[in-house]
């Protein structure tokens, strides 16, 4: 394998020769752009132009990205953009799911969903059951994907320990920006040896901020608190991902912790419980509520944030009702499931303050994304657990520190079945690619990386250059027969996940499939789950 060249550095120096422009320089350069844009409005036609005049003003911005300090050119080109982030947390108590989850979801929303981060506990995991769940899609997984998968959403990764189960969907065309993608998980039940307790991760970069999103289950019962403390401080002590400058749980920019923690309301007889519940006055029992009170007590539980409980405890319920406990045990109603999260605070230290001049490049990055929660409510419509769903809607600002995806990938000309089909890609950036690269051929509506159609190796003698136009060729055999919506994806082998995505594409309809008179139905493989 040839070498990786070496990428080039980024000018984050504040020594940078200065230049000052005196007030008729900067006059006459306005009224040049004010010409220029009027100019382009009569090139809007000419293509060969416009890639001049698009080179031209990229050698503008070198220029001012040579003569400004980092953090000036850093924040000039940043474009500020806001993501709407769902997550779900649900204990199932080995239940099979419901038919329909859409409500969960909030598919009917007027406001897009970017990302899904959906966690569950108890999922039912007995040693027959969770090895056919090692082969095949979980009942739960499966679920989600076909139900989200229509819309355009796509499982990017997904996480178990045996009942516990994380998974992550985003929207097709955040894809290429979500890197560096890890899982992990932590054990707590039987000291530490068996996996019905304890915490599933997934961290990744998300347009190049760091977030880890942990679901955890913890020690239950009243007299526990401080357990369940220690154990999520074990968790993130224990778990570990591969990046230097994120090597623990809590070195990410934005953290969200949520999950069955089984804090519970202490003091409080189950009738004074019933009756705060029912009238609605929820705040009466919010000091008493575990989770509360060790807030006030551990500093590192304060640098987590929750919205307000304005709803309903969501433990214990019966079967397939809104009535809390009514059997011999008679739970007392608990918060159990929560959503907690931390956005990473600001260097504050003398010893930070003293490190390298782009570190203030560093701090100012870490500072440009915001956390904000819009709904935190449970869904009480669900009734196949006695608990019920809890949900958190946040809207997540950040200055994105990349749009451009890491390799280029396009179909040439005309496909069918009829003809072997041409692709071509382009590396755009450096990045840890292979010779076991491949480029996947995807139907619209698609479930994960691994729901292709088909597909075909990168060429496998060398890595191409930075900027390269490398094309190959799609046997005709593994072209559907039939037409359809398309879009290629180029998966790195080294990032496990899709880098660069194609412009959506036809797949026009064989002379086979019209000499057959062939039904979507009969195309063996096409519309398999995976």
């Avoid at 969903?113 to 569950?120: C, K, M, N, P, Q």
Wanted: net charge negative; hydrophobic share 35%.
């Amino acid at each position: 394998m040839a070498e990786l060249p070496e990428p080039p550095r980024l000018r984050s120096d504040s020594s940078s020769t200065t230049t000052s422009q005196s007030t008729s320089g900067r006059q006459q350069l306005r009224q040049r752009l004010s010409q220029l844009l009027t100019c382009m409005e009569d090139l809007s036609s000419d293509d060969e132009v416009n890639e001049e005049v698009s080179r031209t003003l990229d050698e503008a911005f070198q220029l001012c990205g040579s003569r400004w300090s980092g953090r000036e050119f850093f924040r000039c080109c940043q474009r500020p953009t806001t993501l709407r982030l769902h997550m779900v947390t649900w204990n199932v108590a080995t239940a099979e799911p419901p038919a329909d989850i859409s409500s969960l979801l909030q598919l009917d929303s007027q406001t897009s969903t970017d990302l899904y981060i959906i966690g569950l506990q108890e999922v039912r995991a007995t040693p027959i059951k969770y090895i056919s769940d090692l082969i095949m899609d979980d009942s739960w997984s499966y679920l989600l994907m076909s139900t989200l998968a229509p819309k355009g959403y796509v499982k990017v990764t997904s996480v178990r320990m045996q009942g516990l189960l994380l998974l992550f969907f985003a929207q097709q065309a955040h894809l290429p920006f979500i890197r560096d993608i890890e899982t992990t998980y932590t054990r707590t039940g039987f000291f530490g040896y068996w996996g019905n307790k304890g915490g599933v991760s997934v961290r990744f970069s998300l347009y190049g901020h760091m977030l880890c999103f942990l679901n955890c289950h913890l020690m239950a019962h009243m007299g526990y608190t401080l357990q369940r403390v220690d154990e999520f401080e074990y968790i993130l002590d224990m778990q570990s991902f591969d990046l230097v400058n994120t090597p623990q749980i809590l070195d990410h920019n934005v953290v969200f912790w949520f999950g069955d923690l089984n804090f519970r309301i202490a003091d409080h007889g189950l009738h004074f419980l019933r009756s705060c519940i029912n009238s609605g006055r929820f705040h009466l029992l919010w000091e008493r509520d575990q989770l509360t009170m060790m807030k006030k007590k551990e500093p590192l539980l304060q640098e987590f944030e929750e919205g307000p409980l304005h709803f309903r405890p969501t433990y214990k319920f019966n079967p397939f009702s809104d009535t809390y406990d009514t059997s011999g045990k008679k739970r007392k109603p608990a918060w159990t499931d929560r959503i907690l999260w931390r956005v990473k605070p600001k260097a504050a230290t003398d010893e930070d303050e003293k490190l390298s001049s782009a570190s203030s490049l560093d701090e100012h990055e870490e500072s440009s994304i915001k956390v904000t929660q819009d709904v935190y409510t449970c869904n009480m419509e669900y009734g196949v657990s006695d608990h019920k769903p809890v949900m958190g809607i946040f809207t997540v600002e950040m200055n994105k520190k990349f749009e451009t995806p890491l390799v280029n990938v396009a179909a040439d000309g005309q496909w069918s079945a009829d003809e072997d089909a041409v692709l071509s890609y382009t590396i755009l950036e450096t990045f840890p690619s292979s010779t076991s690269d491949w480029i996947g051929l995807y139907k619209i509506g698609f479930k994960s990386p691994q729901d292709f159609a088909a597909f075909a190796w990168v060429k496998d003698n060398e890595v191409p250059k930075i900027g390269e136009v490398v094309k190959i060729y799609m046997n005709k055999d593994k072209i559907p027969l039939l037409s359809g919506e398309y879009v290629l994806g180029y998966v790195g082998y080294n990032t496990q996940s899709i880098v660069g995505l194609s412009l959506p594409f036809q797949i026009m309809e064989s002379k086979q499939a019209v000499l057959e008179g062939l039904l979507s139905e009969d195309l063996n493989g096409l519309n398999k789950a995976y």
